[in-house]
């Protein structure tokens, strides 16, 4: 076993646990993780104020699970979670975790799916449940005693969970489940609101914070570049085309990465080689030593692997997957920018992780630009460029008996001094691609990952714009299509829609999506979670003096 994984062995989780950890390739406990594990072990309250992106989620799955009683087939961990989104997320990690612990078992319950196989998957006695509290709420309606056997209770994103109204649920959820319950409550902010929730619900609790120095990283130019995490890989390797870099250093978060990455790079034609805790010490010595004399150019690696990492060559820090907090984001791009050089710092960002690229940038007080996927033409400039300027040092050489040789061939060849010269390119061009079209069939579109593209979904319903934008647009995240029979021709407008539901439903803002008014009738969106229970509420509720009528709306 490799030294780093000591690192979670050292915290205590269950063998089974550390096992599963180590089969996905994680070396070392995040910031977070380190903090957070013995405390829950512990069976201490906590409150920890981290985001995505940090580890969070593992922080409370893996001391969780270590102390699941396989034995008893009933609930034992409720993990409450904003969205369904998030709630099946966790749930996937939790089953990751406990692959190798027979016996355990984990449901996902969120609304927007049927009852049925939550119901069953409770009766077969699953031990931890991740909910979202809207439906976690409509199973209490069924069976008061569901939570009564909870040991362990976690928060997860609370201030997310208030944004979006979900304060009373999380009342009744808190009364369900006995007192003598551990309660651990992850949040990004700790808003007055949070605090109150603390204050009620758990029992001294432990603080956890990752401390955020402020840090300097002056000579080091940075910028983001937005992308879908499936899309990673291609925007890598499109990004390499225009950067010109002399040695560059990629960071992802797992063994795996290194070697996957590293492989399609080398696939590409780069001498790129994986940097990973699983590879021996002399080995990792020499893929050092080769990024050092240029045999390599580029090393993929983990933040354990590349510690310590001093190559003066290196101008290029490629940030693939997201560091865990930006105390480990300095020390990756203070890789670069050695020897009093200057570097460059890129950084991929999902949609997800924005919120971390804010935190980077406060900590360091300096902005991350950001810069878009190259564009085909922008990658053939690239590439001519690189061959000109390869070509550039030999062509101002005399020509010397190369001269005499291209004549002799135009003769042997019988051809046109273009043709042999394009003959001549394209071998020391590889066969690279060097056209436009080749270059637009070679890689195919990788779409930038935009806020313009999240805004334009949230776009309200423009009443002006032509017949044909009118077609139904896609239901937001979370969220269920709600018709009333009231429109315009009944004195409707947005704003009375908006009032009516809020003041009855006792919503918050956020949690209503898009209005749509037409003239005959009119389309809402809201939280899918929870929504029986909400159009009950707004049952007998008027509007111009109208009868609403809210119904869930299906586009067959
Ligand atoms: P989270 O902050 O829980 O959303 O986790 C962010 C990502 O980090 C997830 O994709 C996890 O699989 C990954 N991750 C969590 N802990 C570790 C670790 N110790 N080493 C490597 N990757 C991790």
Request: hydrophobic share 40%; charged share 25%; glycine share 8%.
């Amino acid at each position: 076993m490799t030294q780093e994984i000591g690192g979670f062995a050292a915290l205590g989780i269950h063998p089974s646990v550390l096992a599963a950890v180590t089969a996905v390739g994680y070396e070392e406990p995040s910031p977070i993780q380190a903090q957070a594990i013995p405390v829950i072990l512990g069976g201490h309250d906590m409150i920890g104020q981290a985001q995505t992106g940090t580890g969070k989620t593992a922080a409370f799955a893996l001391p969780i699970l270590s102390k699941i009683d396989p034995a008893r087939r009933e609930p034992q961990a409720v993990i409450l979670a904003p969205t369904r989104e998030l709630a099946l997320q966790v749930a996937t990690a939790f089953e990751t975790y406990a692959k190798q612990l027979p016996g355990v078992s984990v449901v996902a319950v969120y609304g927007g799916a049927p009852m049925g196989p939550q119901l069953k998957a409770l009766r077969m006695g699953a031990q931890v449940i991740v909910a979202t509290p809207g439906r976690l709420v409509d199973h209490l309606g069924r069976n008061d005693q569901l939570l009564s056997t909870i040991r362990m209770m976690v928060l997860d994103e609370a201030d997310e969970m208030l944004k979006l109204g979900f304060m009373d649920d999380l009342e009744v959820i808190f009364q369900a489940m006995p007192e003598s319950r551990q309660s651990v409550l992850f949040s990004a902010t700790l808003p007055h609101s949070i605090r109150a929730i603390a204050e009620k619900h758990l029992r001294e609790p432990q603080h956890i914070k990752i401390a955020a120095k402020t840090q300097t990283v002056a000579r080091i130019e940075q910028a983001h570049l937005m992308v879908h995490a499936d899309q990673k890989v291609a925007a890598v390797c499109r990004l390499l085309e225009v950067e010109d870099f002399d040695a560059l250093i990629a960071f992802v978060r797992t063994k795996q990465a290194t070697l996957d990455l590293a492989s399609a790079l080398e696939a590409k034609g780069y001498k790129a080689a994986a940097l990973n805790g699983d590879i021996a010490q002399n080995q990792r010595e020499r893929v050092i030593e080769s990024l050092k004399d240029g045999r390599l150019d580029i090393v993929v690696a983990t933040d354990v692997a590349a510690r310590g990492i001093d190559v003066p060559r290196i101008t290029h820090v490629l940030n693939v997957d997201m560091p865990y907090d930006p105390e480990s984001y300095v020390h990756r791009i203070g890789r670069t920018g050695r020897a009093g050089r200057e570097g460059r710092a890129l950084l991929l960002v999902t949609p997800r992780e924005r919120r971390m690229l804010q935190v980077i940038e406060r900590v360091t007080g300096q902005k991350v630009g950001e810069v878009k996927l190259p564009t085909p033409q922008q990658v053939l400039d690239a590439r001519i460029r690189k061959l000109t300027n390869g070509l550039a040092p030999l062509v101002s050489d005399a020509e010397g008996s190369h001269g005499e040789l291209f004549d002799r061939l135009l003769g042997d060849l019988q051809c046109s001094p273009r043709a042999l010269g394009a003959a001549l390119l394209r071998k020391v061009t590889n066969g690279q691609s060097l056209s436009l079209a080749e270059i637009e069939r070679e890689q195919p579109l990788v779409p930038n990952a935009g806020p313009q593209r999240e805004r334009r979904e949230r776009e309200p319903f423009d009443s002006a714009a032509p017949r044909e934008r009118r077609a139904p647009l896609p239901v937001s995240e979370g969220k269920a299509r709600c018709r009333t029979a009231l429109g315009t021709r009944d004195g409707i407008a947005a704003k009375n829609l908006l009032g009516a539901i809020l003041n009855e439903g006792g919503l918050q803002r956020e949690a209503i999506g898009r209005i749509q008014i037409r003239e005959t009738f009119s389309l809402v969106e809201l939280p899918e979670d929870g929504l029986d229970r909400l159009l009950g509420k707004l049952k007998d509720t008027r509007v111009a003096g109208k009868a609403l009528k809210l119904r869930r709306y299906r586009e067959d």
